[in-house]
Nanobody, 125 residues
Framework: VQLQASGGGLVQAGDSLRLSCTASIGSFGIYSVGWFRQAPGLGREFVAVKSYRDGRTWYSDSVKGRFTLSRDNARNTAYLQMGSLRPEDTALYYC???????????????????WGQGTQVTVSS
């Protein structure tokens, strides 16, 4: 299984950006899809996840109301629509797929089996 993340770039504060995550598997629909990010010198931080079981979506407090995670199983692709971007959103963004579906599991990076290579998002002030 391979995940390909794309869509990152350099934007100004207040701008929007959409990240994509495309999976090379036909059974994409049985995986929960999450996004994590990692800023220089910091650990990997949970951003958002959508459970495959019921479609529930959870966001970190830092992005809630600004980011939206969606998925198109027919295209094996998930999207992270990011709005009102801030300089503190600057990070390398990773998408990941997990066989788990509950909130308690999906908050943890260790519960994800597959990871994309990361796409850089840089927000200038």
């Amino acid at each position: 299984v391979q995940l390909q993340a794309s869509g990152g770039g350099l934007v100004q504060a207040g701008d929007s950006l959409r990240l994509s995550c495309t999976a090379s598997i036909g059974s994409f629909g049985i995986y929960s899809v999450g996004w994590f990010r990692q800023a220089p010198g910091l650990g990997r931080e949970f951003v958002a996840v959508k459970s495959y079981r019921d479609g529930r979506t959870w966001y970190s407090d830092s992005v809630k109301g600004r980011f939206t995670l969606s998925r198109d199983n027919a295209r094996n692709t998930a999207y992270l629509q990011m709005g009102s971007l801030r300089p503190e959103d600057t990070a390398l963004y990773y998408c990941a797929a997990s066989p788990y579906y509950s909130y308690s599991d999906l908050m943890s990076a260790i519960k994800y089996d597959y990871w994309g290579q990361g796409t850089q998002v840089t927000v200038s002030s």
